[in-house]
């Protein structure tokens, strides 16, 4: 601790000192004590922040290993093709299926039945009368023109506000205007009945109606089983496929290939092992200096040479899958910094040639996948037992203790300043009070003896 001086002149001149600037000197080197512990605390919040981007680099790998992993992520998807997509399309190929060919032949399309009426030359001619409507074998529904819904425009809305099964519209072309009907549903089962009672009052002359369009169900054949389907998007013919019937072609046989996504999967490879060198290079920084030449918060530290020890370890844990038993099988290794390179040709190779062995690698019980997930979640941020959550919570409470050192040497020093103060205070009152007692003794002094000389 340093010393303090008082600068204060002569003791007759009465300058006395400055208390304020003395008493902040004092407190300065009382204050000294706190140095080890802030920079204790500074060096733990140092650690915190490295030990936070770690925990969050790492939550990111465990996230983009979980697609591999899990049994309905990237390793589930398909995706699919069609010989002919004149004839078929594929629409999509879910999780639930089974990667395979099959050949499929369409000998007939779905139609949605529909009714439309003759022309009227004027679109606003006032109806009357009704029409009744059977959609399939369901109960036939009469909507009546009244007295707001008695122009074609207006009884189109009417029947579409009945919600009968069916979809009224007004079709207006250099012809006139005619009413349109069509069933809501597709297929056989929405073939329109219609009992005409319309009348077009204006002109005088009752109205007609004709199909526009039968209602029929597709045909097809899938691996040579005859089907039919109500719509021309076919959700059942083959498991978690669906597909979209474009053209009738009885003699065209169309082969539909569902594969495994492979390039979704090479996908979600390529961001685990970026997300793995983000956290080998997140321990790489802190086996050196800074830019300034100083350690870096974890050089050293205990807990980075174990969290370095058990990720390692991980990438060659785990059991086994049928021809795999390796990550360098699926164009994974290891470059000498400790980041890895992933070679996408070996991975669609084997993708190709062993896909379920790839799977099992990922998602048997006791493979590696699920061996590598585990290690992940007890190294990160994950209470009770996380590596980095324990380093945090220990780094936690020693910074506790410390700030509350510090806040209890703050609070005795802040005692000590108010009672200091007011000493020197008084002390300074004294200084500065010693011209007038001298002044007051040299005239008791001249008074007593007649010599009139200043003491001072």
Do not use: C
């Not at 605390?41 to 770690?54: K, P």
């Not at 399309?89 to 039945?113: E, F, N, P, W, Y």
């Not at 990438?315 to 890895?340: E, H, P, R, V, Y």
């Amino acid at each position: 601790m340093g010393t303090v001086g008082l600068n204060f002149g002569s003791a007759t001149s009465g300058q006395g000192f400055d208390v304020t600037a003395t008493v902040n000197e004092i407190v300065t080197n009382m204050q000294a004590v706190e140095t080890p512990w802030k920079s204790q605390l500074t060096q733990l919040q140092s650690e915190d922040t490295a030990f936070t981007s770690m925990g969050t680099d790492l939550s990111t790998l465990s996230t983009d290993l979980q697609a591999l992993t899990d049994f309905e992520g990237v390793t589930a998807a398909k995706q699919g093709s069609s010989s002919d997509t004149s004839v078929l399309s594929l629409t999509s190929a879910s999780t639930t299926a089974t990667a395979g060919s099959h050949s499929i032949t369409v000998s007939q399309l779905a139609q949605t039945s529909s009714e439309y009426s003759n022309s009227l030359s004027n679109a606003s001619d006032t109806l009357s009368g009704s029409i009744t409507v059977q959609v399939g074998s369901g109960t036939a529904q009469t909507v009546t023109v009244g007295s707001s819904s008695n122009t074609l425009a207006s009884y189109a809305s009417a029947i579409n506000a009945a919600a009968i099964g069916v979809t009224a519209s007004v079709i207006t072309d250099s012809s006139g205007s005619r009413l349109s009907i069509v069933s809501n549903t597709s297929g056989a089962a929405g073939q329109l009945t219609l009992t005409n009672n319309l009348t077009d009052a204006t002109a005088g002359a009752a109205m007609s109606f004709q199909a526009g369009q039968t209602g029929q169900d597709a045909s097809l054949t899938v691996d040579g089983v005859s089907i039919t389907s109500s719509s021309n998007t076919v959700t059942n013919a083959i498991p978690g496929v669906t597909f979209q019937l474009l053209s009738a072609a009885p003699s065209t046989q169309v082969q539909v290939e569902i594969t495994n996504d492979n390039s979704s999967v090479e996908s979600a490879f390529s961001s685990m092992v970026t997300a793995y060198n983000a956290v080998v290079k997140d321990i790489n920084t802190q086996e050196g200096n800074n830019s300034s030449g100083n350690p870096e918060p974890l050089y050293g530290n205990p807990t980075l040479a174990q969290f370095q020890e058990l990720l390692t370890g991980a990438l060659t844990g785990g059991g086994a899958s049928g021809s795999i038993n390796s990550i360098t099988q699926l164009g994974i290794s290891m470059n000498n910094d400790g980041t890895l390179t992933l070679n996408t040709d070996t991975l669609d190779s084997v993708l190709n040639s062993n896909y379920s062995d790839v799977v099992g690698f990922l998602q048997n019980t006791g493979s590696w996948g699920q061996n590598f997930s585990n290690v992940l979640n007890n190294l990160g941020n994950q209470a009770p037992d996380g590596l980095i959550y324990l380093a945090l919570q220990q780094d936690s409470q020693q910074e506790t203790n410390l700030n509350n050192d510090v806040s209890n040497e703050e609070a005795l020093i802040s005692q000590q300043k108010t009672s200091l103060t007011a000493e020197l205070n008084k002390a300074n009152e004294v200084l500065q009070a010693i011209p007038t007692q001298l002044s007051e003794i040299s005239e008791i002094y001249s008074a007593v003896t007649g010599y009139n000389q200043r003491i001072f």
